[in-house]
């Protein structure tokens, strides 16, 4: 049985962990094409707009402490379908896409491919370090909850950027004040949060923010997302009791999000975003931190 544990920086891990083959080949072969976690083969013209807001939302906050211009340089790891990736290709930026498996950006955006290699992260890094490439930004969207070791990950972002650039980090946001608390209540009846062999790490503000401090980042923001769990406190809404609700869940959320970005100013819904994650509610952890 697969146990979690709190680790040296406060977040959480699973005891025993797979090989990197087995998880290479999971990604690689099974993960995109079987529609796994938040992936499809196909999105509504709805949720294409919530990703691209969410994209543009965090490019805004990274947009306050570093200069975005042609000259600027990014590297997507997971790039997934592309959409970051291709988000900062119409900007003019430098770009550069690594991923497992190439099908997901194969199905949405192929013509990135001259700017993406399907490769294995620290094979990839390894072979950057040695020809000293630097990046400005380095985007990790739903990555780092994977990986087998996290702080190996943050060691070669260290020195993958260049001096005051950026990582943005984005994963789920687990053991939350309204996790524990749907739990402890028996609202739920299990951490339906833990996905194995999908995570392998459980992140809190604290746990991530303790990690990179520790490799010499400075936290500039943390922010969090749109509160779906709400839905789990009211029993007609429970997608965890009611798994077949889940989907109209999902499409409710991405029209009050979409709707929220279009209606609000996107200083106080940054505000709104970071009330959430310090209150204890909103479903990701989204932290930009930089190389000092």
Same mark, same amino acid.
């Given at each position: ?6 680790? /040296? ?5 699973? @005891?025993? !962990? #797979? ?7 999971? $990604? ?20 294409? /707009? ?17 200069? *975005? ?24 930026? +430098?770009?550069? %896409? ?11 955006? #192929?013509?990135?491919?001259? $700017? ?5 992260? $620290? ?5 950057? *370090?040695?020809? %000293?490439? /630097?990046?400005?930004? &380095?985007?990790? /969207? ?7 070791? #996290? ?25 939350? +004040? ?7 209540? %028996? ?13 392998? =790490? ?25 509160? &779906?769990?709400?839905?789990?406190? =009211? #029993? ?8 077949? &609700? %889940?989907?109209?869940?999902?499409? @409710?959320?991405?029209? !009050?999000? =979409? ?26 952890? *989204? ?6």
């Amino acid at each position: 049985m697969i146990k979690i544990i709190k680790n /040296k920086f406060g977040y959480y891990s699973v @005891s025993e !962990l #797979p090989s990197n083959q087995f998880l290479s080949d999971y $990604y690689k072969n099974k993960y995109y094409q079987n529609e796994s976690g938040s992936y499809s083969i196909n999105y509504s013209e709805d949720e294409l /707009k919530y990703f691209n807001n969410k994209i543009e939302l965090k490019f805004k906050i990274i947009e306050n402490v570093l200069t *975005i211009n042609e000259n600027s340089s990014i590297l997507d790891v997971g790039c997934g379908e592309g959409f970051a990736l291709n988000f900062f290709y119409n900007k003019g930026c +430098k770009i550069k %896409g690594i991923d497992f498996s190439r099908f997901a950006l194969e199905q949405f955006n #192929p013509h990135l491919f001259p $700017y993406f290699e399907e490769t294995d992260f $620290y094979d990839f890094a390894e072979r950057e *370090i040695t020809k %000293g490439s /630097k990046y400005d930004i &380095i985007w990790l /969207k739903h990555v780092l909850e994977h990986v087998l070791d #996290p702080e190996r990950v943050i060691d070669y972002f260290n020195k993958l950027l260049n001096f005051g650039g950026i990582v943005c980090i984005e994963v789920p946001n687990d053991f939350s +004040k309204s996790q524990e608390f749907l739990v402890n209540e %028996g609202i739920v009846e299990e951490k339906y949060w833990v996905c194995y062999p999908d995570h392998l =790490n459980y992140f809190n503000e604290f746990g991530l923010s303790n990690l990179l401090t520790s490799k010499n980042f400075k936290i500039i923001d943390s922010i969090s997302d749109f509160p &779906i769990e709400w839905n789990l406190f =009211n #029993p007609v809404t429970n997608y965890v009791h009611k798994k077949e &609700i %889940g989907p109209i869940v999902h499409k @409710s959320r991405i029209i !009050l999000e =979409n709707k929220i970005y279009e209606w609000s100013d996107k200083e106080d819904l940054v505000g709104f975003y970071r009330f959430l994650l310090k209150s204890g509610f909103g479903r990701e952890l *989204i932290t930009f931190a930089q190389k000092v």
